[in-house]
Protein backbone atom coordinates (compact mmCIF):
# COMPACT_ATOMS: atom_id res chain seq x y z
CA UNK A 1 0.00 0.00 0.00
CA UNK A 2 2.74 2.37 1.06
CA UNK A 3 4.34 1.62 -2.42
CA UNK A 4 1.64 2.42 -4.01
CA UNK A 5 1.30 5.57 -2.77
CA UNK A 6 4.84 6.53 -3.66
CA UNK A 7 4.15 5.68 -7.02
CA UNK A 8 1.11 7.65 -7.74
CA UNK A 9 3.35 10.94 -5.70
CA UNK A 10 6.03 10.55 -8.56
CA UNK A 11 3.55 10.30 -11.23
CA UNK A 12 2.11 13.02 -10.11
CA UNK A 13 5.08 15.06 -9.65
CA UNK A 14 6.08 14.29 -13.54
CA UNK A 15 3.24 15.38 -14.52
CA UNK A 16 3.36 18.55 -13.20
CA UNK A 17 7.17 18.83 -13.97
CA UNK A 18 6.23 17.88 -17.65
CA UNK A 19 3.47 20.81 -17.50
CA UNK A 20 5.33 23.30 -16.27
CA UNK A 21 8.31 22.75 -18.70
CA UNK A 22 7.67 24.50 -21.75
CA UNK A 23 9.61 22.70 -24.45
CA UNK A 24 11.02 24.39 -27.67
CA UNK A 25 8.71 23.83 -30.69
CA UNK A 26 10.85 25.00 -33.40
CA UNK A 27 13.07 23.56 -35.11
CA UNK A 28 17.03 24.20 -36.94
CA UNK A 29 17.29 22.88 -40.23
CA UNK A 30 20.92 23.86 -40.06
CA UNK A 31 19.91 26.46 -43.38
CA UNK A 32 19.85 29.39 -41.02
CA UNK A 33 21.89 30.40 -37.96
CA UNK A 34 19.89 30.26 -34.79
CA UNK A 35 18.78 33.15 -33.71
CA UNK A 36 19.52 34.82 -30.23
CA UNK A 37 16.68 36.89 -28.87
CA UNK A 38 18.58 39.30 -26.80
CA UNK A 39 17.21 42.36 -26.10
CA UNK A 40 18.91 45.43 -23.87
CA UNK A 41 17.52 45.31 -20.25
CA UNK A 42 16.92 49.29 -20.01
CA UNK A 43 14.12 48.60 -22.56
CA UNK A 44 12.11 46.68 -20.14
CA UNK A 45 8.79 48.75 -19.00
CA UNK A 46 8.10 48.36 -15.18
CA UNK A 47 5.18 46.35 -14.19
CA UNK A 48 3.83 49.69 -13.10
CA UNK A 49 2.99 51.12 -16.77
CA UNK A 50 1.59 47.68 -18.30
CA UNK A 51 -1.87 48.87 -16.48
CA UNK A 52 -2.21 51.98 -18.25
CA UNK A 53 -1.21 50.72 -21.74
CA UNK A 54 -3.92 47.79 -21.03
CA UNK A 55 -6.66 50.86 -20.45
CA UNK A 56 -5.75 52.47 -23.45
CA UNK A 57 -6.55 49.12 -25.30
CA UNK A 58 -9.33 48.74 -23.94
CA UNK A 59 -10.63 52.40 -24.73
CA UNK A 60 -9.22 51.85 -28.05
CA UNK A 61 -11.39 48.74 -28.52
CA UNK A 62 -14.87 50.69 -27.27
CA UNK A 63 -14.16 53.77 -29.63
CA UNK A 64 -14.06 51.64 -32.50
CA UNK A 65 -16.96 49.90 -31.27
CA UNK A 66 -20.39 50.40 -33.23
CA UNK A 67 -22.85 50.26 -30.25
CA UNK A 68 -25.84 50.88 -32.21
CA UNK A 69 -28.95 49.06 -32.06
CA UNK A 70 -26.48 47.09 -29.16
CA UNK A 71 -28.92 46.12 -26.05
CA UNK A 72 -27.09 47.04 -22.73
CA UNK A 73 -25.24 43.89 -20.99
CA UNK A 74 -26.75 43.98 -17.46
CA UNK A 75 -24.27 42.67 -14.94
CA UNK A 76 -25.18 41.35 -11.25
CA UNK A 77 -22.80 40.31 -8.76
CA UNK A 78 -23.35 39.12 -5.20
CA UNK A 79 -20.22 39.78 -3.31
CA UNK A 80 -19.66 38.36 0.55
CA UNK A 81 -18.24 41.43 2.02
CA UNK A 82 -18.56 44.99 0.99
CA UNK A 83 -17.39 46.73 -2.17
CA UNK A 84 -14.58 48.99 -0.14
CA UNK A 85 -13.54 45.79 1.88
CA UNK A 86 -9.79 46.44 0.05
CA UNK A 87 -9.90 43.04 -1.04
CA UNK A 88 -11.69 40.62 -3.79
CA UNK A 89 -15.21 42.01 -3.58
CA UNK A 90 -13.59 45.50 -4.01
CA UNK A 91 -11.59 44.35 -6.92
CA UNK A 92 -14.65 42.77 -8.81
CA UNK A 93 -16.34 46.34 -8.03
CA UNK A 94 -13.54 48.12 -9.85
CA UNK A 95 -13.24 46.24 -12.43
CA UNK A 96 -16.78 46.09 -13.36
CA UNK A 97 -16.75 50.14 -13.14
CA UNK A 98 -13.52 50.55 -15.58
CA UNK A 99 -15.65 48.23 -17.46
CA UNK A 100 -18.44 50.39 -18.18
CA UNK A 101 -16.58 53.22 -17.96
CA UNK A 102 -14.52 52.26 -21.27
CA UNK A 103 -17.73 50.67 -22.81
CA UNK A 104 -20.19 53.57 -21.95
CA UNK A 105 -22.48 53.41 -18.87
CA UNK A 106 -25.24 53.66 -21.58
CA UNK A 107 -24.05 50.11 -23.08
CA UNK A 108 -23.24 48.49 -19.12
CA UNK A 109 -25.60 48.41 -16.14
CA UNK A 110 -24.16 47.09 -12.67
CA UNK A 111 -25.94 45.88 -10.08
CA UNK A 112 -24.59 44.42 -6.85
CA UNK A 113 -25.18 43.03 -3.41
CA UNK A 114 -23.21 43.25 -0.49
CA UNK A 115 -22.81 41.22 2.92
CA UNK A 116 -24.18 38.56 1.12
CA UNK A 117 -21.44 35.49 3.13
CA UNK A 118 -24.75 33.56 4.70
CA UNK A 119 -25.81 31.36 1.48
CA UNK A 120 -29.09 31.28 2.24
CA UNK A 121 -29.51 35.24 1.82
CA UNK A 122 -27.11 34.62 -1.21
CA UNK A 123 -29.33 32.42 -2.90
CA UNK A 124 -32.50 34.82 -1.87
CA UNK A 125 -30.50 37.94 -3.76
CA UNK A 126 -29.77 35.84 -6.87
CA UNK A 127 -33.16 34.94 -7.44
CA UNK A 128 -34.37 38.74 -7.69
Known amino acids: MKQKRVWILLLVLALILAAC ?13 PVENTAPAENTAPAENAAPAEEEAVADVSADADTE ?15 SDLAWSQAMYDALLRLQEAAGA ?13 VTDAAAAIRD
Request: aromatic share 4%; charged share 15%.
Open 21 to 33: GGGDTTTNNGDTA
Open 106 to 118: DMVEIAYTENMFN
Open 69 to 83: GMEAVRIAIVMPSTI
